[in-house]
């Protein structure tokens, strides 16, 4: 038997709760067996354990959208038992059991080996969240590279600062060179984004009502987590040739923007999606996150909780209380 959260949709409602499951209850279609030593709560946990937004499309269902551990178990030609895992995305957590679990049954062709570097905790301190903003740095990276446009030639804006892609993305920024400026509604977390490397910190309300089409030309690039008027509003701000790569809706899945910055000032939107990323993609991706991310930085932006905590802080994270990254401590 092993520990894992269910959700279930009773008649009298939409629960999530701690619970004991067998083995034999682990989902046939998967063919690799792992044993889970940590989860993470991200946003999208947020959303499945608290059913705010319908991302679970099959009841009873395991969440976590992401795990790292050990393989006990493969028909998959390329693991073993033993060899040290990661999955994110693939839809584990809303389609197909997910992490937050001490056992997990998924496809082998959806996991990455655990680069040698990265502790499984580690891993998961970065988690969907951490790995996000590095496809998002990595856009930008490609684009600058083509541009010419040299790190320190002006300043990137990363939006959601405060949370989990956002602090990654400034860490990740500062670490190249970057001058970060970080938009957050949370001014009180100023000395913690500076400690992560912002160069200077701005309110989000600025950024989050209805703008011009076209604003005055500041950023090279943006890192967005929050769409809505806040892209908009990037994306009117961005300088000629600069990019936007963005990857959330944590103000609104809205985009109430003109095309003007497109085709008047040559601005680049990059859509970047972490859920069904070709595998070449994820694993540069986790390789540059495991070279690059200073630890100390990654552990002053985690906070570790115990799998019983992840249903409470489902509700925090989505009302924009969590600082950073929440690692979950699925092993006993
Ligand atoms: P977090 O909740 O950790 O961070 C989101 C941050 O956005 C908050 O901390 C807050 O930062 C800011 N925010 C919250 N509400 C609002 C609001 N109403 N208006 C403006 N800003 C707001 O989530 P994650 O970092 O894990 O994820 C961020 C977004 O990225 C989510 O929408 C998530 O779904 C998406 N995402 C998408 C992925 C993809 O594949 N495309 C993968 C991973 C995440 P502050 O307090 O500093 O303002």
């Known amino acids: 038997m092993f520990k894992a959260l269910v959700i279930t949709k009773p008649e009298s409602g939409y629960q999530c709760e701690l619970t004991e499951l067998d083995e034999a209850q682990l989902p046939a279609s998967g063919d690799v067996t792992v044993r889970v030593d940590y989860s993470t709560v991200n946003y999208k946990d947020g959303l499945a354990i608290t059913g705010k937004s319908p ?18 178990h493969s028909d998959h030609p390329k693991w073993k038992a033993g060899d040290r ?8 957590g809303e389609g197909h059991w997910g992490g937050l679990s001490q056992m997990a049954r998924v496809k082998g062709d ?24 590095m496809l998002c740095v990595q856009a930008l990276q490609k684009h600058w590279a083509e ?15 405060g949370g989990g892609v956002g602090s990654v993305a400034i860490a990740l ?14 001014p009180q977390e100023a000395d913690y984004l500076k ?5 200077s910190v701005i309110d989000r309300a600025g950024l989050g009502a209805p703008g011009k089409p076209l604003q005055k030309e500041r950023w090279i690039g943006v890192v967005d987590s929050v769409g809505s008027h806040t892209l908009a509003n990037a994306c009117a701000s961005t300088r000629y040739g600069g990019a936007v790569a963005a990857c959330g809706l944590a103000q609104g899945m809205d985009l109430p923007a003109s095309v003007a910055p497109f085709i008047l000032r040559g601005v680049t939107l990059y859509g970047i999606d972490s859920v069904m990323a070709p595998m070449a993609r994820r694993e540069a991706a986790w390789d540059a996150l495991a070279k690059t991310l200073d630890r100390a930085q990654l552990a002053a932006m985690t906070t570790e909780i115990g799998l019983a905590d992840a249903v409470a802080a489902a509700s925090q994270i989505l009302a924009g209380q969590v600082r950073g990254r929440l690692v979950v401590k699925v092993k006993d």
């Open 85 to 92: 895992v990661l999955l994110n995305g693939f839809g584990v």
């Open 55 to 72: 991302v679970v499309r099959s009841f009873p269902m395991v969440p976590g959208i992401d795990f790292a551990g050990s393989v006990t």
């Open 195 to 199: 400690a992560l490397g912002a160069a």
């Open 110 to 133: 959806w996991l990455v080996a655990l680069p040698d570097t990265l502790s499984e905790r580690d891993a998961m301190a970065l988690g969907t969240a951490g790995y996000t903003a």
């Open 147 to 161: 541009a010419g446009v040299a790190a320190g030639s002006g300043e990137v804006l990363v939006t959601g600062a």
């Open 173 to 186: 920024l500062a670490g190249l060179g970057h001058t970060v400026v970080a938009s957050t509604g949370r």
